[in-house]
């Protein structure tokens, strides 16, 4: 069974800085791995995701200039650094994996657990 295990989630003020990490219990060969975040009473909503050869990274706008997502050379760890942490930010992210490189959440098949990410003012 595939598992993906986010870690790195916690507690930061307004302008910190955090760095998540999932670790697959496999290698995804030629899967594309991305984030995804879901605040209390919202939607889950896209965050980024990053190709199987890491040659195109995708952002939604409103992290875009202050996330950054990358992947480790033997695809079997995702990583999101946030630096410029807002209040907006505190979710719950998930870290997924998927076939097809999309910012919807139904075309991605593993899921992490999630880790919690909350930043105050």
């Known amino acids: 069974q595939v598992q993906l295990v986010e870690s790195g989630g916690g507690s930061v003020q307004a302008g910190g800085s955090l760095r998540l990490s999932c670790a697959a219990s496999r290698t995804f060969s030629s899967y594309t791995m991305g984030w995804f975040r879901q605040a209390p009473g919202k939607e889950r909503e896209f965050v980024a995701f990053?190709?199987?050869?890491?040659?195109?990274?995708v952002y939604a706008d409103s992290v875009k200039g202050r996330f950054t997502i990358s992947r480790d050379i033997v695809g079997k760890t995702v990583y999101l650094q946030m630096n410029s942490l807002e209040p907006a930010d505190t979710a719950v992210y998930y870290c997924?994996?998927?076939?097809?490189?999309?910012?919807?959440?139904?075309?991605?098949?593993?899921w992490g657990q999630g880790t919690q990410v909350t930043v105050s003012s």
């Open positions: 990053i190709t199987w050869t890491g040659g195109l990274t």
């Open positions: 997924t994996a998927g076939s097809r490189a999309s910012k919807t959440s139904d075309n991605y098949t593993y």
